[in-house]
């Protein structure tokens, strides 16, 4: 049977690989899963100490929906900030995105 | 316990004209611009004589997510006075290089609705929503602009990065819920005399999260990377909106999560807000003096004044917290008066963007150069102008809190800023203008926002003491004990 820490564990885990493919991938799709990685990460830690801390009260699972929300519009947004870029720069490589110095 | 809407009837006036806005755009020509300036004038009017009337309420609704205390107020106007300046510098901006959108008054108001909710709320769910209402706009303002290809790219930088900061953020909101089981502030102050050990180190730990997500809105050094491309990729008047608002409204989240935390983090915390002030004054200072382009240059000052302010974050308590707030109030004042001058000398297309371009502006547009001057001397701090009086506070409540070292090396910095901003003043006073001259468009709401925001840096440099008082009366109710008890819910 997994405990909190388990959960906490592979949520850890998760940020980190989120983080790790934000900063190496290039191409722009790829970082925008990368964010969501992150996101879901967070997700794992709220549903994990709502069931073993407080199984009585629902404030983390509640949360949860609200991060799944929010990052469907930020998805949203950040899908069509790379679809302008791709057609102004034929290309979404992100860091050939650089008329100004990064 | 019921819903008190009065105690957010300003945060509802704000999205109701946002929406109204929305609404009204639909059914006037693009011609009538003026039509949208005005409504958006009215409701941020009603916003502010909304947010008065509530100034002798305080309290919390909606179950303990909303509180109405001084500091809240305190923002509210800030982020009331950002908006209306911004307003008015971007009327014909928007109806001569955008063929007058009306989306973009909506994504101002909707931008602001996020901040003021981020001022009021005592629950992390709702801080949270309000980042994340404030953010999604400002990443669309960023690249608005349909010719600029500048701007595209720094919606790109902001969005990603932007994104990577609320991913930090909710991983330290996720610990401290995992170290208290709740979400709501005044919940979580009245659980501390039961925290164990390993809720210590889930806060701890939280609270590092969070001020890396926070460092990223307010632009500390070592998360600014995004700062200067997006401020020099956006158009000016959406840069002069996002370097005053959102920045003022991270900050009002990390004053009241400090003191909310104050009786549980350990004092180390007051030493990284002490390296982080000190690393972003020297950074934004030491970078800017090299700049060529203003609106970059100006990028690069917005983090050095987001160190000043962490000295007061840093300094903390009802001295610090006054201070930190005339600071933003006056800094959303000046910072924005100087975009306004850079929107009227760029010209079409915001072609002359450098400092050069603007030799000899200094014969030829005498007014604008006279009010730009003064923008630039009150944010290096010259007496009689208002960044003195914002400064002096600061460094005066740093050295009564016996933080010697952090005042002087506030002071040392702002020396050198005085070097860069005088270096505007010397190109359009002292430098032979070239031959090629800008054309420069003049217009009616333009010149009046020059004149509020000169109005207001001059009166607050000379007179400060009303708002002093009110900034002192809105600090010392920095007590968050106090204030939950004396809640009438």
Not at chain 2, 39 to 56: E, P, R
Not at chain 2, 78 to 84: E, K, Q, R, S
Not at chain 2, 187 to 204: D, H, V, Y
Not at chain 2, 227 to 240: F, N
Request: net charge positive.
């Amino acid at each position: 049977m997994p405990g909190l820490t388990h959960y906490l564990i592979l949520a850890a885990a998760l940020f980190a690989l989120g983080m790790f493919g934000l900063l190496t991938r290039r191409n722009a799709v790829g970082v925008l899963m990368s964010i969501e990685l992150m996101f879901n990460a967070v997700n794992i830690n709220f549903v994990a100490f709502s069931r073993f801390l407080t199984p009585e009260a629902l404030t983390g699972q509640i949360f949860a929906v609200f991060i799944i929300t929010i990052a469907a519009a930020e998805a949203a947004v950040g899908l069509a900030i790379v679809m302008l870029i791709y057609r102004n720069f034929r290309g979404i490589e992100v860091d050939k995105i650089n008329f100004m110095k990064w | 316990m019921g819903f008190n809407w009065i105690l957010i009837s300003p945060e509802i006036a704000v999205l109701a004209t946002g929406f109204i806005l929305l609404i009204l755009d639909l059914f006037i020509g693009k011609s009538r611009g003026f039509l949208l300036t005005a409504v958006s004038f009215i409701g941020i009017m009603v916003a502010l004589w909304l947010n008065y009337q509530n100034y002798s309420i305080m309290g919390v609704g909606f179950q303990g997510i909303v509180i109405n205390d001084p500091i809240g107020f305190y923002f509210k106007i800030i982020f009331c006075m950002g908006t209306l300046l911004t307003v008015f510098i971007s009327s014909t901006y928007v109806s001569r290089e955008m063929k007058g959108m009306g989306e973009y008054y909506v994504l101002i108001f909707i931008a602001t609705f996020g901040m003021m909710v981020m001022a009021s709320s005592a629950d992390l769910i709702t801080i949270f929503l309000g980042l994340e209402v404030m953010s999604i706009p400002l990443y669309v303002l960023a690249g608005i602009h349909r010719g600029r290809l500048r701007g595209r790219e720094a919606a790109m930088k902001y969005f990603l990065l932007g994104a990577f900061a609320s991913g930090f953020l909710l991983y330290g909101i996720a610990l401290i819920f995992g170290a208290y089981g709740s979400t709501n502030l005044v919940e979580i102050s009245q659980r501390f005399l039961f925290s164990s050990g390993f809720s210590g180190i889930l806060t701890g730990a939280g609270m590092v999260f969070l001020l890396v997500g926070f460092g990223f809105k307010i632009a500390a050094a070592p998360f600014h990377m995004w700062v200067p491309d997006v401020y020099e990729g956006a158009t000016a008047p959406v840069t002069a909106f996002m370097s005053a608002g959102p920045k003022a409204a991270a900050f009002a989240v990390l004053f009241r999560l400090f003191s909310v935390f104050q009786p549980v983090i350990s004092d180390n915390f007051t030493t990284i807000l002490w390296i982080l002030a000190v690393i972003t004054m020297l950074w934004g200072n030491l970078l800017a003096l090299s700049q060529k382009n203003i609106k970059r240059m100006l990028a690069y000052s917005s983090i050095a004044h987001a160190g000043y302010v962490l000295i007061a974050l840093t300094v903390g308590g009802r001295d610090g917290i006054s201070a930190g707030l005339f600071y933003l109030l006056i800094y959303t004042i000046v910072n924005i008066g100087a975009f306004s001058i850079i929107i009227f000398f760029s010209g079409k297309n915001e072609k002359y963007e450098n400092i050069s371009d603007y030799a000899g502006f200094g014969y030829k547009y005498p007014f604008a150069a006279i009010a730009m001057t003064v923008f630039m001397l009150a944010l290096a701090g010259f007496p009689a102008t208002a960044g003195f009086a914002g400064k002096y506070k600061i460094f005066v409540a740093a050295i009564n809190s016996g933080f010697i070292w952090l005042a002087i090396i506030g002071i040392f910095n702002s020396l050198v800023s005085v070097w860069y901003y005088i270096g505007v003043v010397v190109s359009m006073y002292m430098k032979q203008p070239r031959d090629e001259s800008p054309t420069v468009i003049l217009s009616m709401t333009l010149m009046v926002a020059v004149l509020v925001a000169f109005i207001g840096t001059v009166y607050l440099g000379l007179f400060p003491d009303d708002w002093i008082a009110l900034s002192d009366w809105a600090g010392s109710h920095y007590s968050w004990a106090s204030i939950v008890g004396s809640l009438v819910r």
